[in-house]
């Protein structure tokens, strides 16, 4: 059945608020704090720990012997995951697939 876009969505049925009414009844009870907060910025508490001036040593190892860079994903492997070469370079068994 074809679906009629530009069609009303409301149904007479269908009975809507006013905004007046909306707005005195306040934010629903079920609102989070977290609704009023920016979801893709949320807050931490780290316990009162302040990391801000610590150092984290890491040591980057080479690219080994036995392992190769994927031309498609980029990841080092291990040779064991190694499906063909082409003329780009080596491609793991896992973007071969």
């Known amino acids: 059945m074809a679906t009629d876009y530009d069609a009303p969505r409301k149904n007479d049925d269908e009975t809507a608020e006013s905004i007046e009414a909306l707005k005195e009844r306040g934010p629903s009870k079920g609102t989070s704090s977290l609704d009023s907060e920016d979801a893709d910025n949320p807050s931490f508490d780290l316990g009162g720990s302040d990391l801000s001036d610590v150092e984290l ?29 082409t003329d780009l370079g080596p491609i793991c068994v896992e973007c071969d697939a």
């Open 57 to 85: 040593d890491v040591v980057v190892l080479p690219q080994q012997a036995d392992e190769f860079t994927c031309v498609s994903c980029f990841l080092v492997r291990h040779r064991s995951q190694l499906s063909r070469e």
